[in-house]
């Protein structure tokens, strides 16, 4: 591939996505060139408009539904679907031909991510797609979109940067890949959306950003937005003179944002109505939720409006005149919003859990708990002890305190449009500072809520240029890999098993790692299982480092691996004496290779992303 001229930025949203690019020519330090691309999409029947914001729906219209030349786009023939916002708008009114969320769905470990299962409650008649195909056709759309504007700088041709929810497992994070590569993007990086949005507000403050924050600094990263919440703590060092912001933490993955907040309004509306002996079928229900959405973000982000008009379609023949109408008032949404997601609450609160039922339908796995704020004191709790091994923070932390104690704090995500959230979020956090007598944390301001993980993204492209300010920071997470011990058999019990460290916390993307004194049995041709896990809080430990006992919330542990490594000529069921190297791809994926210790085969262990892996 030729020299690239631009750094392009993709942020593949819940609800939105965004495409913003740097001129890598026209640029020098911290000062650059950049832009957000206005993305052409249908916004009614044979209109079309470009806009910042592409909305992450997918629309499957019926073969009659609309006339020849009313779905067609600047760059090429009709499309059986549609992608934006006429997808948003026309699902509103027919829920079961649309796609949303497949963010969400993409990283469900419960579902086969390649299997067409959405809409997940359409009829037979209705078509469906994989969360991995409605991935790629939004992003398909992005790169004619860019095409069709830049017909001289192709984007399989320019340094691309994907952003990914920080709490993304290995699975989820090579299936984004796999997206974007089938998508034509041909030079990807990964990016934690919490780096992106830090990475953003460094970018816009053209070189400022050094007097808002300084050595010693913790930034937490609080990012609510359609469908997860994450959180990140970057700590700002001093390295050769210069600050040099520093990842040190990430959250669980949490599947909690806008999108449970649409649902909740709209059992306030449907209990409304319910008073006045109206009551909603689950059709009704779902595009009531749908119209919520628009309500909500009307509310938040405009302070004069008051009250939005909300109209549930019918299902019957007289879809206008039986259609109901409503409305959704600040009032409503701030109340509910407030206490529901955001309560204030103790730093000793921890997210609530419930017994499950044994049968559940299949959907989205939500978090029990709905509190931000709960969730968030959990995150903080927990490391507590993330700064005792780092450069220069030795002593820092307060040694009798509770959780880690942010000194600023960014906020990112459509739902921080409403100041009301921000300054309930951080007086909470004030409060928890104040009884363990630290001091406030204060704001960083300047975001911009709606692109600035797609301009942060961009930016970081430019930063692997070797210019402007990198976050450093490498892998999330601690990742191991099961080993089961070699022991007699006992009626009754299983071998135990421990945990092999395979890449450490802060493993750098493009570094690999063998573990050169430690060999291992491989079984091959015949069915393994591999188990792996994952830590957010273990940083001592190095590659190859064997645990055969840790506390259960040490360890997480990630979707088990059912595979069968082929045999290469050897009887099925043999035991071949192996070493194992990993290695974190520019991509920021993780990939396990088993060397044979004798002999040249190569065994590529893939994390789980159909529901069961092969061995290569």
Avoid at 337 to 353: C, H, N, S, W, Y
Avoid at 509 to 530: K, M, R, S
Wanted: overall charge negative; some cysteine; aromatic content about 6%.
């Amino acid at each position: 591939m030729s020299a690239a001229r631009y750094s392009v930025g993709i942020d593949l949203g819940t609800t939105h996505s965004a495409l913003a690019y740097i001129d890598l020519g026209a640029s020098d330090g911290e000062k650059t060139m950049h832009g957000v691309l206005d993305v052409p999409q249908l916004t009614a029947p044979g209109a079309v408009e470009g806009q910042a914001l592409l909305p992450s729906f997918l629309y499957i219209p019926h073969g009659d539904e609309f006339a020849q030349g009313e779905r067609a786009l600047p760059w090429g023939q009709e499309q059986p679907y549609i992608v934006g916002e006429l997808a948003r708008t026309r699902g509103a009114t027919t829920p079961i031909r649309l796609v949303s969320s497949a963010k969400s769905w993409l990283c469900h470990p419960g579902v086969d991510r390649r299997a067409a299962i959405l809409p997940s409650d359409a009829p037979p008649e209705v078509a469906r797609v994989s969360p991995l195909e409605a991935s790629i056709r939004y992003l398909v759309h992005l790169r004619d979109a860019w095409n069709h504007t830049h017909p001289d700088a192709p984007l399989n041709q320019q340094d691309v940067t994907v952003t990914i929810p920080a709490s993304f497992d290995p699975a989820a994070r090579e299936l984004t890949a796999e997206a974007a590569r089938t998508a034509g993007y041909e030079s990807l990086t990964l990016l934690e959306e919490p780096q992106s949005a830090l990475y953003s507000w460094i970018q816009s403050s053209q070189g400022q950003w050094r007097k808002e924050v300084r050595v010693g600094d913790i930034i937490l990263v609080i990012d609510v937005g359609g469908g997860t919440t994450d959180f990140s703590l970057i700590a700002v060092l001093e390295r050769d003179g210069n600050l040099e912001p520093h990842r040190i933490a990430v959250g669980d993955h949490i599947l909690l944002g806008g999108d449970n907040m649409d649902l909740t309004l709209a059992h306030v509306i449907a209990r409304k109505l319910g008073t006045n002996g109206t009551s909603l079928d689950p059709w009704q229900m779902r595009a009531l939720t749908y119209g919520c959405r628009a309500a909500k973000e009307t509310l938040l982000s405009e302070s004069d409006v008051q009250s939005v008009p909300v109209i549930i379609p019918s299902r019957g023949s007289k879809l206008i005149g039986g259609s109901i109408r409503t409305e959704l008032t600040r009032e409503e949404v701030t109340s509910v919003i407030l206490e529901g997601f955001f309560p204030q609450v103790d730093a000793a609160a921890r997210p609530a859990t419930r017994a499950r039922a044994a049968l559940t339908q299949l959907g989205l796995p939500f978090a029990q708990d709905a509190a931000v704020t709960r969730h968030l004191a959990a995150f903080l709790g927990r490391q507590s002890g993330a700064l005792s091994e780092l450069e220069g923070f030795a002593g820092q932390a307060n040694p009798g305190a509770s959780f880690l104690h942010p000194t600023a704090i960014l906020f990112n995500g459509g739902v921080f449009k409403s100041d009301l959230l921000v300054q309930r979020t951080l007086a909470t956090i004030n409060h928890w500072l104040a009884n363990e007598n630290a001091q406030p944390a204060r704001q960083l301001t300047g975001a911009d809520l709606d692109l600035a993980v797609a301009r942060g993204a961009a930016y970081h492209g430019y930063v692997r240029q070797g210019r402007g300010v990198r976050i450093r920071g490498g892998t999330a997470r601690a990742y191991y890999v099961g080993v089961e011990s070699s022991m007699p058999a006992i009626p009754g019990m299983e071998p135990p098993i421990q945990a092999l460290c395979i890449a450490p916390f802060g493993m750098e993307e493009g570094t690999e790692a063998e573990l050169e004194t430690q060999e291992f049995g491989l079984v091959v041709g015949e069915p393994v299982h591999f188990r792996f896990f994952s830590s957010s809080t273990r940083r001592q430990d190095q590659i190859g480092t064997i645990l055969d006992y840790w506390p259960p919330e040490d360890l997480e542990e990630l979707n088990e691996i059912q595979s069968l490594l082929p045999a290469e000529g050897r009887q099925p069921g043999e035991v071949v004496q192996v070493r194992l190297h990993a290695r974190v791809t520019e991509t920021g994926t993780l990939e396990l290779s088993a060397v044979a210790r004798h002999g040249n085969e190569r065994w590529k262990v893939e994390f789980d992303v159909r529901g069961q892996s092969a061995g290569m």
